[in-house]
């Protein structure tokens, strides 16, 4: 089965930091991996989506990549700003799975203070 | 235009009461699916429907109950309420195998 790990859990920086926030999973053979963001009391905003044959995929001031052969992706944030602040979320869709089966990562709770 | 939009955002209800969310997306995807979110915030699928057939049911008590009336909704009703099915509810979309993309939720509390 599946597991995927996020760490640091909370990560507090001051605004204009570049930062990188990291996702590891057990199982290789995935289809995709997927990079939200959480503000408390909302749904999850899709950030990036990177399919199994992708190193990498950017938008704006975020760049995630992909090493599958490792079982990591990492979340790059460029000029934190205090709006980055929120919980981000990594989610995993092994190879072959049944439709929707998503493995979720816990979030690391990223503050970004002025 | 909301993509993915669930009803209620809150709701409050007593043990053993019946409920239901509803759930619309207007993207045109194929899939949809529930997901809870317990208090630690850790998100676990609960079923998910491609074109209208139930694809994945988890592990889930059969007082919870999906229904898809179409391709572009997705219901979630739940009988004989318990304190532990209080969690956040959310509703998400996707073409098959695509990128999801979810609802604000639905914040169940069972007293």
């Known amino acids: 089965k599946q597991e995927v790990t996020q760490i640091p859990a909370a990560l507090s920086v001051p605004e204009g930091e570049n930062l990188v926030l990291n996702c590891s999973f057990t199982?290789?053979?995935?289809?995709?991996l997927q990079w939200f963001r959480q503000d408390p009391g909302k749904g999850l905003t899709s950030l990036l989506l990177?399919?199994?044959?992708?190193r990498e995929q950017t938008s704006g001031r975020l760049n995630a990549s992909l090493d599958k052969s490792s079982g990591r992706s990492t979340l790059y944030i460029a000029a934190s700003q205090p709006g980055d602040s929120a919980t981000y979320l990594c989610?995993?869709?092994?190879?072959?799975?049944?439709?929707?089966?998503?493995?979720f990562g816990r979030g690391t709770q990223l503050t970004v203070w002025p | 235009d909301t993509a993915v939009s669930q009803t209620p955002k809150y709701l409050v209800t007593q043990m053993g009461n019946d409920k239901s969310i509803k759930c619309e997306q207007n993207?045109?995807?194929?899939?949809m699916y529930w997901y809870k979110q317990d208090s630690k915030k850790f998100l676990k699928i609960m079923f998910s429907?491609?074109?209208?057939?139930?694809?994945i049911n988890e592990t889930v008590p059969n007082r919870f109950s999906p229904k898809s009336p179409d391709k572009a909704h997705l219901n979630l009703h739940i009988n004989s309420l318990e304190l532990g099915d209080s969690a956040v509810y959310f509703c998400a979309s996707s073409f098959t195998d695509g990128e999801l993309f979810f609802g604000e939720g639905s914040r169940l509390t069972v007293l």
């Open positions: 429907y491609n074109n209208k057939e139930l694809i």
């Open positions: 990177i399919q199994s044959s992708q």
């Open positions: 993207l045109g995807h194929d899939t």
């Open positions: 199982d290789s053979a995935i289809y995709n």
């Open positions: 989610a995993v869709r092994p190879r072959g799975s049944t439709l929707g089966r998503l493995y």
